[in-house]
């Protein structure tokens, strides 16, 4: 799944998280969108879109307190600075304490992140605008903290240490290095090392738009840079085992053109693309204990891309309407790696020195869309579509030691989509009910494994089968109910495991999932109340493509509550929330490390209330 922000694709998804704030709307598109969004799109993509300047002036601010000592502020100034320019300031900050508990340090999971996006609309005509956008962000906190699990493989499947079993002949429920976890509290560790996790990120874009009679040309121009630093606790426990270190620092530069026209039954778009994408890391591993001071890796990635894509809709009668597009993409990515090991010095060599194909990657591939939409009425709209995506290959960097040459670069993934699918509003507004039968065809699907204390990408095959139904209804005037569900056959093809070789379920990819969300609103003096109330279930699914025992999930049902009361002018808002109702206890994630007996579990929060005060100026 791709993601954008204002139109902008996300090479680097680490400073993105915290510019999700002061947003117009969320746009979310399922299945391959190639054509028009193009890169890494194969499983859609999701679409943040920032509150723009806009004319007259108007304000709000936002101050909110939860459990942990959290607090979070976010607001926005909107004002005219001449007839012709309007400036729009936002600002966000969150803080809170660290929700998982260390007996030993600093506890993890704690927040501490600003950011700022400054944003200048200039119109010196109706027919020709320039938005500029500057964007910064910084977060320092002490980073994520796993939870510790003895493990071993039984030699079919990894499985966890009960209690009462000694399996490594050091202590009952403990892994081979003699450490359990003492309390059974998954949300409290015991952990050595200090960790870290500090994300900067800052960049400028800009968006020019000239409307003619004939069409409309825009232009979005992008550049940013970030940088990562994360020191993790690997083996999740109190002995000074295995700890790492992690740097990323890289840049972004990009530029789109774009002519978009409409003209009577015709709707067209065609444009150009460029993407220059630098990365370099480093990563540094203390393995004292056993006997490796340290194990080194550094590599750089540079990424160049360029394609040119176009798409038409034409309506030929009042309810057929047919869609096509295209997109050819260029690709060349040049990678240098050094890897040391201090028990093997004769390999500290370039590993993509003197390797053909490993130092440079030269691709050229082509997706595309073809939908056919019918709508007999203004009620009822039946399509049907045909989508080709595609995401580029790649170089597997970092701790990846015993890795095949050969397996170092990966080869990009294909994917052919076929969806059939409706969508029904009633006439008076009051019932909605979309539904959609899809089937995905994976060709080279790029799987993640993790190898020792690093994650490489492998190429197989893979078919995805799922059906996907929402209904909303506004009963009365005060009361909506929103359902979803979601019915998914997601299977990976010939995965090896050991000496066996079988199709195995994709991550995070449970048979059944859903949702559901009552709002009632009230009149009460002086505003109107709102209760919401929503659920989601999420069946059983697994972390890795392996279908390890340690990596399943079980199925989950999570509830989160809020009650808001909005004054009658619209002047400001309070709410009361709460989250996780029934404090379930979960994993968000996990890393299997059986091959060091251990498997370390991201939790996922415990259940936490909260309050919210907004004030508006307009």
């Given at each position: 799944?791709a ?5 902008v694709?996300s ?23 190639g ?17 723009h300047p806009?004319?007259g002036?108007?304000?709000?601010l936002?101050?909110?307190?939860s459990?942990?000592?959290g ?6 100034i ?6 012709s320019?309007v400036g729009?300031i ?7 304490d ?12 704690d927040?501490d ?6 944003q200048?609309l ?6 020709l605008s320039l ?25 079919a ?23 359990r ?15 870290l996790l500090?994300?900067?990120n ?5 968006t ?9 040309l825009t ?7 970030i940088n990562?630093r ?6 999740a ?10 740097h990323?620092?890289g840049?972004?530069l ?6 978009e026209?409409d ?6 778009t ?8 630098d ?13 490796i ?6 590599w ?6 360029a394609a040119?894509?176009g ?14 597009g ?6 060349r990515?040049?990678?240098?790696q ?5 028990l093997?010095p004769?390999?500290n060599?370039n ?8 130092e ?5 591939y082509?997706?595309?869309?073809l ?7 203004e009620y ?5 579509s045909?989508?080709r995506?595609v995401?580029g290959g790649g170089f597997?960097a970092g701790?990846?030691f015993?890795?095949p040459?050969d ?6 993934e294909?994917l052919?989509s076929?969806?059939v699918g ?9 019932y909605?009910?979309n539904?959609a ?8 699907f ?6 020792g204390?690093g994650q490489s990408?492998?190429n197989?095959?893979?078919v ?9 209804t ?8 929103d359902?979803?569900t979601?019915l ?11 000496n ?5 379920e994709?991550?995070?990819?449970p ?16 505003g109107e109340?709102?209760l919401?109330?929503?659920l989601?279930y999420?069946?059983d699914h697994?972390?890795d ?9 079980a199925?989950?049902t ?7 009361f ?7 808002q ?5 989250k ?13 490390f059986?091959?060091l007996?251990f ?6 929060p415990?259940r936490?209330v909260?309050i919210?005060l907004k004030?508006?100026?307009?």
């Open positions: 799944i993601d954008y922000m204002d139109d694709y090479a680097s998804l680490v400073g993105l998280t915290f510019q999700l704030f002061d947003l117009e709307r969320v746009e979310v598109l399922r299945g391959p969108q054509t028009l969004f193009g890169r890494n799109a194969t499983g859609g993509l999701i679409h943040y879109i920032s509150k806009t004319e002036f108007n304000a709000y936002e101050a909110g307190a459990e942990h000592q607090l979070k502020f976010e607001g926005a909107n004002s005219p600075l001449t007839d320019l729009r936002a600002y966000a900050s969150a803080r809170r660290g929700i998982i508990e260390n007996s030993l340090g600093r506890d993890g999971n927040i992140s600003q950011a700022l996006r400054v200048l200039f119109t010196p005509v109706d027919e938005l500029a956008k500057l964007f910064t962000s910084d977060a320092d906190s002490s980073g994520p903290r796993y939870s510790h699990r003895a493990s071993w493989f039984d030699g499947t990894n499985r966890f240490v009960a209690p009462t079993q000694d399996f490594y002949g050091s202590c009952s429920g403990c892994d081979a290095f003699g450490y976890d003492r309390d059974g509290d998954p949300r409290t560790v015991e952990h050595n090392t200090p960790t500090r994300i900067e800052y960049g400028v874009s800009s020019l738009t000239w409307n003619s009679d004939l069409f409309t232009s979005v121009s992008h550049y940013s840079e990562k994360y020191r993790e606790e690997v083996d426990g109190p002995l000074p085992l295995l700890s790492a270190d992690y990323l620092d840049y972004q990009s530029q789109e053109l774009r002519l026209g003209r009577d039954a015709i709707r067209w065609a444009g150009l693309f460029y993407l220059q994408h990365l370099t890391g480093a990563q540094r591993a203390d393995a004292s204990a056993f006997g001071l340290d194990m080194n890796a550094w750089d990635q540079h990424t160049e891309s040119v894509f798409q038409i809709e034409y309506a030929f009668s009042d309810t057929w309407r047919v869609i096509a295209v997109r050819n993409t260029w690709e990515k040049a990678f240098e050094l890897l040391i090991d201090p093997a004769v390999f060599v590993f993509t020195q003197g390797q053909p194909g490993f440079e990657l030269d691709d050229a082509m997706s595309g869309h939908a056919l939409n019918w709508q007999p009425s009822w709209l039946y399509y049907a045909l989508s995506g995401k597997n701790f990846l015993g890795l040459n397996r170092i670069p990966f080869e990009r294909s052919t076929y969806e409706f969508k029904y509003e009633s006439g008076d507004r009051k909605r009910f539904g039968l899809y089937y995905y065809d994976y060709q080279d790029q799987a993640f494994q993790l190898l204390i990408v492998f197989t095959d893979a995805n089968r799922g059906l996907d139904l929402e209904f909303s506004r009963l009365t005037e005060q009361l909506q109910i359902f979803g979601s998914l056959d997601a299977e990976a093809k010939d995965i090896h495991r050991g066996s070789i079988s199709d195995r994709m991550v995070f990819a048979t059944l999932s859903g949702n559901a969300t009552v709002r009632y609103r009230r009149p009460v003096i002086g109340m709102t919401i109330v929503s989601r999420v069946g697994y972390f493509i392996f279908n390890n025992g340690t990596m399943k999930e199925a989950r999570i509830g989160d509550t809020r009650l808001a909005d004054a009658a002018d619209g002047s400001w309070a709410a009361v929330w709460l996780n109702i029934t404090d379930k206890e979960y994993r968000n994630y996990s890393l299997d059986t091959d007996s498997v370390a579990d991201m939790m996922a415990a936490t909260g919210s004030y508006l100026w307009r």
